[in-house]
């Protein structure tokens, strides 16, 4: 078998790598079988997390009834479109982010459990310790398929010391990811900085980057010559699909460019360099999701990377919401004291994030390869290790999954667990979807049955 272009086809130029989706000219043909059809490349699966801090208003996200999704809570509404691909969970309990033993922390723990199923060792010192994270043990085992291992987004930047919450660490509660016991993976927040690690030559020195940046010159452009030579060797579906990818990636460009212009407008003539925010980082929070979401699109679409975290606020995030008239902050607000007021902004942050998740996943949705969405070879799930903020309970957590994960998921359930059913038994099940069969992750008892 041949193909009459490479899996691996990049684009070229000046300090620039484009990979590109999967084109029909990239499809094996049969060298000695004239008039057989040709067999189209299996499309690779992917693995998503998506994680909001201070747990959601339950009462508003969990669906009436189990079984089939025939009612779509009122802070679900928006995903209808996806309910066909989705199963809303409940009863997951993550039992290392509570205290045993520890007092308080709950924020900390939370986030820092969610993905490694372990007690975290309270410190704020530099003996922090934890587990591996569910998505850093698939990195591991199929991370050398494509260019990056795993891509960690995020918003929020964090730091890796000092005591961010009653004597945990602040690495716990900004961090999602875990390489190992004692190493976080940090999530990058600036969208210029992720789509410049994406999309330049890594060869290149940072000097001649900058230059180009400051000369306002296309990624596109400078790898006009290579398209223009790709071109002549597509059909012409293949140059409508690349067409459509590098319209998508030039938008980005150019959100970036916008973003980099505001935030040089609104910069103190005389602030240190150390106060400036990062010059990629749009000023509206909602622009800012949507730009990382659209980040992860082309990263996915391109094949750079099949497993990604992104996490919409640190956890314990005392963010204000003024754009959607919530102007306390989120944490202040999940202490709500049962009260009916703060409830109802809880579920309008609730139903913000929720609105930017759909963005993500329309996105995906709408994104083809093979002949198929990748969302369809997706599996997005998206929770909090928190359950109701006020309570700062860990059973019962906000969790959903949305995809199909190449047919693996039935989707339109909702999926009552056992009372205390470890997360980190969904985990193992999406892991094993990707390839990746461990015995064990963190507290897991087994594998969630019941998916498919």
């Known amino acids: 078998m041949k193909s009459m272009l490479d899996r691996r086809t990049v684009l070229r130029g000046l300090g620039t790598v484009i990979g590109l989706p999967v084109l029909e000219a990239m499809t094996p043909v049969l060298d000695f079988t004239p008039g057989l059809a040709a067999k189209a490349p299996e499309a690779p699966r992917r693995l998503i997390y998506i994680y909001v801090p201070n747990g959601v208003h339950m009462q508003s996200w969990t669906p009436p009834k189990e079984g089939v999704l025939e009612e779509l809570p009122s802070t679900l509404q928006k995903l209808e479109p996806f309910r066909h691909q989705m199963t809303v969970f409940s009863g997951l309990t993550a039992d290392k982010a509570r205290a045993n033993g520890d007092g308080p922390g709950d924020h900390a723990r939370a986030m820092a459990s969610f993905l490694t199923g372990r007690q975290a060792r ?6 922090i310790r934890i587990g591996v994270s569910a998505d850093q043990v698939v990195a591991q085992k199929i991370g050398s398929q494509t260019r990056f291992a795993s891509l960690e987004l995020g918003i929020e930047r964090g730091i890796n010391a000092g005591n961010c919450d009653s004597g945990y660490s602040c690495a716990y509660s900004a961090n999602i990811a875990w390489r190992s016991e004692t190493t976080p993976v940090p999530k990058e927040v600036d969208p210029k900085a992720i789509f410049e690690r994406l999309f330049a030559d ?25 398209t223009k030579d790709l071109e002549k060797n597509l059909g012409g579906t293949d140059k409508r699909k690349l067409d459509e990818y590098l319209s998508s990636l030039r938008d980005v460009e150019k959100r970036l460019q916008a973003a980099t212009s505001q935030n040089h407008q609104h910069r103190p003539l005389k602030a240190p360099e150390a106060t400036l925010k990062p010059t990629g980082i749009p000023a509206g929070y909602g622009e800012h999701l949507a730009l990382m979401s659209d980040m992860l699109i082309l990263a996915l679409q391109a094949d750079l990377t099949r497993v990604a975290t992104f996490v919409f606020a640190n956890e314990g995030s005392n963010r204000s919401y003024k754009f959607i008239e919530v102007p306390e902050g989120h944490h202040e607000l999940s202490h709500h004291g049962r009260d009916k007021a703060k409830q109802a902004k809880i579920e309008k942050i609730n139903k913000f994030h929720i609105d930017q998740f759909h963005h993500l996943l329309a996105g995906l949705a709408g994104t083809k390869e093979s002949g198929q969405a990748i969302l369809d070879q997706s599996m997005v799930c998206y929770g909090s290790g928190i359950s109701d903020g006020d309570a700062h309970n860990h059973d019962e957590l906000p969790c ?5 994960g190449g047919g693996s998921l039935k989707g339109n359930r909702h999926i009552r667990v056992a009372k205390e059913t470890p997360i980190t038994n969904l985990h193992l099940s999406l892991m094993d979807r990707m390839g990746v069969n461990v015995p064990a992750l963190g507290d897991s008892t087994g594998h969630l049955g019941g998916l498919s």
């Open 400 to 404: 959903l999954v949305v995809g199909g």
């Open 202 to 226: 890594p060869k290149i020195e940072a000097a001649q980057l900058a230059s180009q940046a400051k000369r306002r010159r296309s990624i596109l452009d400078l790898a006009m010559e290579d």
């Open 122 to 127: 309270k410190t704020h010192g530099a003996d």
